[in-house]
């Protein structure tokens, strides 16, 4: 399994960003799908995440500006974010949670996100 993960970039403090995470397969073979963030030093943190049934959940952080959703067709994880603040400035990463172990087994590369003030 295979994760691809895009969509980071320079934004300015308000703006937006959308990230993507491309699975090599169908991304209901894991029991979830997940957004995860690091910041040089920082634990990694659980941002947003959406279960194979379509359940979300957020950090209490991101609440209300961000959101995941999924395209089953195109085995894609989309993150949203909006009214981005410097705080959120980090590597994101996605990674897929395993049905059998309920760990997130599988991890993509890193997309860095930069909010400028």
């Known amino acids: 399994v295979q994760l691809q993960a895009s969509g980071g970039g320079l934004v300015q403090a308000g703006g937006s960003l959308r990230l993507s995470c491309a699975a090599s397969?169908?991304?209901?073979?894991?029991?979830?799908v997940g957004w995860h963030r690091q910041v040089a030093g920082k634990q990694r943190e659980l941002v947003a995440s959406?279960?194979?049934?379509?359940?979300?959940r957020y950090a209490d952080s991101v609440k209300g500006r961000i959101t995941i959703s999924r395209d089953n067709a195109r085995n894609t994880v989309y993150l949203q974010m909006n009214n981005l603040k410097p705080e959120d400035t980090a590597v994101y990463y996605c990674?897929?949670?395993?049905?059998?172990?309920?760990?997130?087994?599988?991890w993509g590369q890193g997309t860095e996100v930069t909010v400028s003030s």
């Open positions: 397969g169908s991304i209901l073979n894991f029991y979830a």
């Open positions: 990674a897929a949670q395993s049905i059998m172990s309920g760990e997130y087994a599988y």
């Open positions: 959406i279960s194979r049934a379509g359940r979300t």
